[in-house]
Structure formats: C-alpha cells, structure tokens
C-alpha cells in the first residue's frame, strides 16, 4: 500500500481516537498507531486544516497541544450522528452496491455491513435504489481481476489486445505487480509467450481469468524502471523521422523521441525508434497534413500508397 493510501485511514481514525484520549502524548499516540512521532505531528498539522465546507476558523479542527501532549478542543462536528438525506443515502447505497459487486475486493463482509445499516437506516431511499441499473466498467472489473489473482498468488490468463499489431493474442502470464503508470493501469507480469517480463494496459485485456495454477515468474524477472515512460525503444530497433506541423507537436511529447528541432513554421522535426513501424504509419495517416514520414523511405512509401488509397475510396 502506498504511503498515501495508509495515511488517509490513519488521519480519519485520529479525530475519534484523540477525542477519548485528552491530552494524550504525541510519543504515545505515535505508538499505537504504528508510525513515527514526526509522521503524527504531521498528520495532526494536516488535520488542522480540514474541516467542514467554509473552511474558516471556526470550521476547521482545532488541536491544543500543551509540552508534548495534545487534545482536541473542537472536532468539526466528526462526534454528531451523520445524518442523511434521501438523495445522500440513495447515493451511498448504489455506490455500497456496486462496490460489493466488484471482484476480488478486500474487506467484502465490512461493505455488506455497511451496506446493510444504511439500507435499515434509508427507508424508502434504499426501494429507490433497487431501481438504479450501475454498470461496473470492464477495465475497472479487469483491474479488480488482477488485484485479486496477485492476492491470490495465482497466474492468469489474458486476452489482449496489441494495438501495435493490431491483434488479439491468448497469453499466459505470472503478475508480478498491478501500477498507475501516466494515469492508466498496467498489470505488470512474466509473459510465458515472449518468456520476458511485460506490460499489460489493463484496458486492452478483453478477458482475464484466474489459474488453477500459481505464479511462477523466474528470479530475474523485475520490474520495469518506468519514470521515464512505459516504451522504452531499443537502440537496434529503426530509427523514424517525422517533419510535425504545429497541430502535431504533441508528438514530441507524447513518445519517447531521440531528437526534437524546431522547423520556422512552429513544428518540429523529430526522430525516435520504433520496433514496429506499423503504430507510426497509423499515427501519420491520422494526423493527415500535420505529419509526414521523412524517413525511412520505405515507410514514406507505405503511408503515400495508403493515403492515395483512403483518397481513392472518396473520389
């Protein structure tokens, strides 16, 4: 778990921990909550400044610390019963609903509770729910498959989609980690079809089902240094030059380039390396005036065949 996803859980536990324990000392409350004494009082800074909507002194929780124990003088109304209205309950029980749909989620008997009491509580609310038809999406589903065979320890099987090769390949794989990588999801496995390690963007995955079979990836399989992007090109892999208008700048950003220079009319000319030029030559096509293919002349040569081509369909 990331250090971010174990503190907001730490930071909504304090409120009510601290209320029961005035002037409790910080070393102490570090203690039972498992993290340093600098991490707390950093986390009691943060919650200085949450509070309700408004955001002004008197909205905000307010701490007292006195030598080095601190105590709560006033906890934004965290200690009154929350209290729903029927289109706040309507929506906690659809989301409470389709959550508990979700495959391989950790914790399925606290939502069902939690369910269940806000259902008792909602009335007529949770009637109204019954009739709300919530689709979960296939990536957000593929994603909740993927957690869970990795919980699991299992391996699995993918249908995936390759854009690059415009086909669907059948692959058995051993997760090694799923990641967010520039906003999109990757299981991140041993492919035991390229026998390599191997990224997998989880909303190209048609279909995914768990093994009967544990994971296996060998030793040396370890992950992908992604901080510079998912595509890392090889150096033997050919080299593309592309002549960019000024509507196809983003390209230079958007893909791992060798060299960017700016052209007099606000493009630029860049070079990168692609291991199957397939992706550039649909990339060209689609971006029509603003992109052309310099080099190598070959793939020049297939774009023009191909443009004419689409042209001709027009004419």
């Keep these: 778990m990331t250090a971010s996803a174990d503190r907001l859980p730490r930071l909504l536990a304090l409120v009510p921990y601290l209320l029961a324990r005035p002037g409790i000392p910080v070393a102490e409350a570090a203690a039972d909550f498992g993290v340093s004494e600098a991490q707390l009082r950093r986390d009691l800074q943060l ?11 008197g909205d905000l929780i307010d701490l007292s610390f006195e030598g080095d124990t601190v105590t709560v003088t006033y906890d934004a109304g965290m200690s009154r019963p929350l209290r729903l209205s029927a289109d706040e309950a309507l929506a906690m029980v659809v989301a409470l609903r389709t959550l508990a749909d979700l495959p391989g989620l950790a914790g399925r008997d606290a939502v069902e509770r939690a ?42 099987h993918l249908s995936y989609y390759s854009p690059a090769r415009e086909e669907a390949t059948e692959r058995d794989v051993d997760p090694v980690q799923v990641r967010l990588v520039d906003g999109r999801w990757y299981l991140e ?3 035991r079809l390229a026998r390599d390690m191997r990224m997998f963007r989880l909303d190209r995955v048609d279909a995914l089902r ?22 890392r090109p090889a150096p033997e892999d050919p080299l593309v030059t592309l002549r960019l208008g000024p509507p196809g700048r983003w390209v230079a950003d958007y893909y791992a380039c060798e060299s960017v220079r700016p052209l007099p009319d606000g493009g630029v000319l860049v070079s990168l390396r692609a291991a199957d030029p397939s992706w550039v030559r649909r990339l060209v096509l689609g ?17 023009r065949a191909e443009a004419r081509t689409a042209l001709a369909a027009y004419g």
């Design 115 to 156: 369910r269940a009491k806000v259902e008792s509580a909602a009335g007529g609310a949770a009637e109204a729910a019954g009739a709300v038809a919530v689709r979960v999406e296939r990536s957000d589903r593929t994603l909740a498959e993927a957690r869970a065979a990795l919980d699991s320890g299992r391996a699995v």
């Design 47 to 57: 919650l200085w400044v949450c509070g309700l909507p408004g955001h002004g002194p």
């Design 189 to 191: 496995a041993w492919c």
């Design 287 to 303: 971006l029509g005036e603003a992109a052309e293919v310099l080099a190598p002349e070959e793939l020049a040569a297939q774009v």
């Design 210 to 231: 768990v093994l009967d079979e544990p994971a296996r990836p060998p030793e040396g399989a370890h992950p992908r240094d992604v901080s510079h992007g998912v595509y």
